[in-house]
């Protein structure tokens, strides 16, 4: 029996994640773990445990404990903080894969998930339909993370046969559970603010165009993956994942057709360099054609069921 561990369950996606495969593969197969206590929504729906990442015995005593069979591991310090703590973000992020990577060597997991990001590219790759395969050169502390990550994985993958998955994850938007220390976190505070405010102050320029999915997307895109069989699976670095693009205003807009005072203003700070390192769209033609991703939600989409679940949760 698959029995999955949740390496950062109280984040943006690790919760999802956690409540989802619960869903579909039932409450005891998945533990959840953290380092902080989650909602209340995510506590109760089955195991959880704080465990820090940084503890190598702790997570050996974890796996063996539970018998877990597959990790995911969700836990990262993203762009904006990893910029405020460069040795901070590069030691949790390659730290935490290191330790997870040595699990599956030691024959103690058969399975691995871990997420990159298009932040793996820099200014120095195509901006539009970045393809899968093409410069990267990321100027970005994160960045520089997730691509060093995505080496050790595509090694670890040729030198020694471990069955690592990975995504790079275009930016995320999600009622259930806020983002955090992300450049991308923008698109979901403007929702936000829209409901509480009317107004909102975007901390980047309004013809900033990146990629973004809605969660659903994400959590089906991350279950697909891991449950492609092994002998589709041809990229061992991490699969590009396209959702939409769109920049501020063009969200704004959406948001104006259901809430038409709402008003946007621009006021760039340090996380506009990072935004304009990444690309504006990207080709996931690969993933489509290993194990069929296809994404449902459009921008029109996404205001639509944000506005509408951030209103029932707000009261
Ligand atoms: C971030 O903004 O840091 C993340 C990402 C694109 O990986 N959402």
New binding site residues.
């Given amino acids: 029996m698959t029995k999955s561990l949740i390496i950062g369950a109280c984040g943006?996606i690790g919760s999802e994640l956690t409540l989802e495969l619960r869903k579909q593969r039932g409450t005891e197969s998945v533990v959840a773990t953290d380092i902080r206590e989650g909602s209340s929504a995510l506590m109760n729906s089955g195991i959880f445990e704080i465990l820090d990442v940084m503890d190598k015995t702790a997570v050996i005593n974890c796996v063996e404990k539970h018998e877990i069979t597959e990790v995911y591991l969700m836990a990262?310090m993203?762009?904006?903080?990893?910029e405020k703590y460069p040795k901070k973000a590069w030691d949790l992020n390659m730290t935490s894969l290191s330790h997870i990577l040595d699990l599956a060597h030691d024959g103690l997991i058969s399975k691995i998930f871990w997420?990159?990001?298009?932040?793996v590219f820099g200014p120095t790759t195509p901006k539009k339909n970045t393809p899968q395969v093409t410069i990267m050169e990321p100027t970005?502390v994160?960045g520089i993370t997730?691509l060093a990550g995505e080496r050790w994985c595509d090694y670890y993958y040729h030198n020694h046969n471990i069955d690592v998955r990975s995504i790079?994850?275009?930016?995320?938007i999600s009622w259930k559970t806020d983002?955090g220390?992300?450049?991308?976190?923008y698109a979901v505070e403007i929702y936000h603010k829209a409901l509480t405010n009317g107004h909102y102050n975007c901390f980047l320029k309004e013809d900033t165009e990146?990629?973004m999915m809605y969660m659903n997307d994400a959590i089906k895109a991350t279950i697909a993956i891991m449950e492609a069989d092994f002998s589709d699976i041809t990229v061992w670095a991490s699969y590009n994942l396209g959702g939409v693009s769109f920049n501020p205003q063009e969200i704004a807009v959406t948001i104006q057709k259901h809430i038409p005072g709402f008003s946007i203003d621009y006021q760039p700070d340090f996380?506009q360099k990072?935004?304009d390192s990444?690309p504006n769209s990207i080709d996931d033609q690969v993933a489509f054609d290993d194990w069929g991703w296809q994404h449902e939600f459009d921008l029109d989409a996404i205001t639509k069921d944000m506005l509408l679940n951030l209103k029932i949760k707000k009261g």
């Fill in positions: 943006q990262a993203l762009s904006a903080t990893a997420p990159s990001s298009i932040a970005s994160y997730k790079r994850y275009p930016g995320l983002p220390g992300g450049t991308t976190d990146l990629p996380r990072i935004a990444w």
